[in-house]
């Protein structure tokens, strides 16, 4: 009976497996369009909003209000066929300000996320429309605090594992002692138990998600429901297994921790991890994480059980080497993946303290640290005062291993919070918005620029101009020139200043600073009878950033902040270093296994080393033009202007208008017309490629070719001298 029982639920666990299973976490949102706090001059068609992971086409949503708070009548949103796009179309909007209102469900775990934000539509001219939004302060919250029920399910779902684990490594090592393999059945039996109350309660969770499903249609219909199914499956099999200890306790033993695998398998497919780049390669990593984990606190737990039950008539002398050999390995493997996994999720060491995920995990590893003090005491001293039944054991060991294992569950309960929180990599890193004050000297005259507050969107622009001794300096006109340096293709835009008070201040306003990144601001001051004087300034405004969505595949490289060479060379020394750890071990197996682990061990420190100092570093590849990485100052426009007087003039005219005459076809473009036309990564192609069928060579290769930087002192000096007869 308990084997058709066993064949049956098997059955059960594998087709719950085998359904079609996708992969997610919390769909955090990457990027909106229109913006947060942006303004458009434009009216948009439509709100799309990208996101980290797939979403739930029946669960996600997109609602529009007005700045009173009344619904725009919209379609409904769609899922697009990238399944991390939500999209709605928009009725034709008339100038004011709107808010976006969206919902999410990932499409796996079922986590649901919202947020809002506000974006207004400018009148024709460019002036704010004459509105208070009256839903002020919406934001949208890239890093919400994880929800205490999912977290308390989770944390009682990896109890369950880990009494699980317990006594089914107790029956696995052979412990012998008066009740141990009784007891250890027991606790598997337990295990099982808050499994299956782990399981019911996550049902629960997820209603309050599903509302609009009956319950059936959740545990079918949805992802999240398929995974609840396979966990159901494996938590049978353990308490199924557990009843063949009496008979068979190393059959019991390997069913209960195979059922442990699926479990946590169920867990893995749903985890940050299975999101991604390179999921396949994370997802590797987070099991054989999750399963060591669980094994070693299990072993912990489970001889501290048994050193309880049995007291001083446990046969410890023989059971603790194999212990100490599985904790050794499983210690080691916990620690390597955590490493790799750590790189997987973590893009930059900054997020160890700037998000809830690394603030989270670094508790996790403090706690680990006292875990492995203590585990270390145990393997030293502790273990062989056990083995020899020295005065006051098993009970020293006993409070020591307890100790162990409550640390141990700590760790536990940390990891079931990093499951429920945002994952580091998928939140956008903000900047706190700080007034910007600087001043650069250009043509005799001091510019200084102030722009407040500093941030995407509306902001106020106050330039002042003075002689070198500090009186002002009354200017004919005061433009600025802003130009995006993170995408060249994104056009410039002019602000003419206004003269405001006394001489040498000039102020504007407006949204010209619309996106998160590096922008450079061209400070033009006409003046009479003298040549234009011309500052730049780099600012970057506080703001939501455009965050770009990874579209590898699931082999991919998985680390988001290094290249697929140095992840791969980390792992492989990691593997190096194990083999050579245990070296000695393997070599009892044989001459074959001793020669293999030494020759394995030079192989993967080799190969490591070559990935991270002998090879290319891969790069990612960019589809934007290059970005000038020289600053255009004084001594790189003087640099430009001897190259293009050598080099350019007798084509393009010292005053940039082709001179008459030439035998050209096609003749030379007018600089003065054509330069501010580009961005500067687009001239600096044009120079280093050349132009096709004509006379305009190719500057970057060939006899006298130019250096890299010579070319962008050229792009200075063309940017800055060169510009149409109204200027």
């Known amino acids: 009976m308990r084997r058709t029982l066993l064949a049956v639920f098997v059955a059960m666990a594998i087709v719950a497996m085998a359904r079609p299973m996708g992969a997610s976490a919390h769909a955090a949102l990457l990027r909106a369009e229109p913006g947060e706090n942006s303004y458009v001059q434009r009216a948009p068609a439509e709100v799309a909003l990208v996101f980290s992971e797939p979403l739930s086409a029946r669960q996600s949503s997109i609602q529009v209000l007005d700045a009173n708070g009344n619904a725009l009548v919209l379609p409904p949103a769609e899922v697009m066929d990238d399944r991390m796009t939500l999209r709605v179309a928009l009725p034709v909007l008339q100038p004011g300000i709107y808010n976006v209102l969206w919902t999410n469900v990932s499409t796996i775990d079922g986590h649901a996320l919202r947020g809002a934000y506000p974006f207004t539509v400018l009148r024709p001219d460019g002036s704010l429309p004459d509105q208070v939004n009256s839903l002020g302060g919406l934001t949208t919250d890239t890093d919400p605090a994880p929800l205490a029920d999912g977290v308390a399910v989770r944390a009682l779902a990896l109890l369950g594992l880990l009494l699980a684990a317990a006594g089914a490594l107790v029956l696995l090592l052979g412990f012998e002692g008066k009740g141990a393999a009784q007891a250890a059945s027991r606790v598997v039996l337990l295990g099982a138990a808050v499994l299956a109350s782990a399981t ?44 063949f200890a009496p008979d068979n306790r190393r059959m019991a033993a390997w069913g209960a921790l195979g059922g442990i695998a699926v479990f946590l398998w169920s867990f893995t497919a749903t985890s940050h991890a299975a999101a991604g780049a390179g999921s396949n390669w994370a997802q590797a990593i987070d099991m054989a994480h999750g399963v060591t984990a669980v094994l070693w606190i299990g072993a912990v737990i489970g001889l501290a059980l048994a050193a309880r039950v049995s ?5 410890y002398a023989a059971f603790l080497p194999r212990f100490s050999l599985l904790a050794s390995v499983l210690v080691f493997v916990l620690l390597a993946t955590g490493f790799l996994s750590s790189l997987v999720q973590l893009d930059t060491p900054a997020r160890l303290w700037e998000t809830r995920y690394g603030i989270t995990l670094t508790v996790k590893l403090g706690l680990m640290v006292v875990l492995l003090a203590l585990g270390l005491y145990n393997a030293r001293r502790g273990r062989h005062r056990l083995a020899a039944l020295a005065p006051g054991e098993p009970r020293r060991f006993i409070a020591v291993a307890t100790a162990e294992a409550l640390l141990g569950v700590g760790v536990f309960v940390a990891a079931a919070m990093l499951t429920q929180t945002t994952v580091a990599k998928s939140i956008p890193e903000g900047r706190a918005e700080t007034t910007f004050d600087r001043t650069v000297q250009a043509g005799g005259l001091n510019l200084r620029l102030q722009v407040d507050p500093n941030r995407t969107g509306m902001n106020t622009f106050k330039v002042t101009v ?67 004087a011309i500052g730049y300034f780099d600012i970057r405004p506080a703001g939501a950033p455009v965050v770009s969505v990874a579209r590898s595949g699931a082999w991919a490289n998985p680390a988001a902040g290094m290249t697929s060479n140095e992840f791969a060379g980390f792992a492989a020394l990691l593997a190096g270093a194990g083999i050579a750890i245990f070296r000695r071990e393997l070599a009892k197996l044989g001459k074959a296994w001793s ?19 002998g090879v290319h570093r891969d790069a990612p590849l960019s589809t934007n033009l290059p970005s000038n990485p020289i600053y255009p100052d004084q001594n790189s426009i003087a640099a430009g202007r001897t190259l293009y007087t050598q080099q350019c003039a007798s084509c393009h005219g010292s005053d940039g208008h082709p001179p008459a005459g030439l035998d050209l076809n096609p003749y030379p473009l007018d600089l003065t017309v054509h330069a501010p036309q580009h961005p500067d990564g687009q001239i600096y192609l044009f ?15 060939g006899a006298g070719k130019l250096s890299e930087e010579q070319m962008w002192h050229l792009v200075n000096f063309i940017r800055t001298t060169f510009r149409p007869p109204d200027r």
């Open 200 to 243: 019911v309660l996550n049902i629960w969770t997820l209603r309050d998600v599903y509302r609009d499903l009956a319950l059936l249609d959740v545990l079918i219909d949805t992802r999240a429901g398929n995974y609840l199914i396979a966990r159901y499956g494996a938590t049978v099999l353990i308490a199924v297994m557990a009843t």
């Open 595 to 613: 020669r293999g682990s030494t020759a394995t061990t030079a192989l993967c420190f080799g190969f490591g080393t070559l990935l991270l100092f």
């Open 311 to 315: 007291l001083r008539d446990g046969k």
């Open 687 to 701: 120079i280093r490629d050349g132009v096709p069928q004509s006379e305009m060579r190719a500057w970057g290769k």
């Open 466 to 532: 003075t002689e070198p001794s500090g009186a002002p300096f009354a200017a004919d006109r005061v433009r600025l020139t802003f130009r995006y340096q993170d995408d060249q293709t994104v056009g410039p835009s002019n602000l003419v200043l206004a003269a405001q008070g006394g001489a040498g201040t000039y102020v504007g306003a407006g949204p010209y600073l619309p996106l998160e990144g590096n922008w450079r601001i061209e400070t033009e001051v006409r003046r009479p009878n003298a040549d234009d």
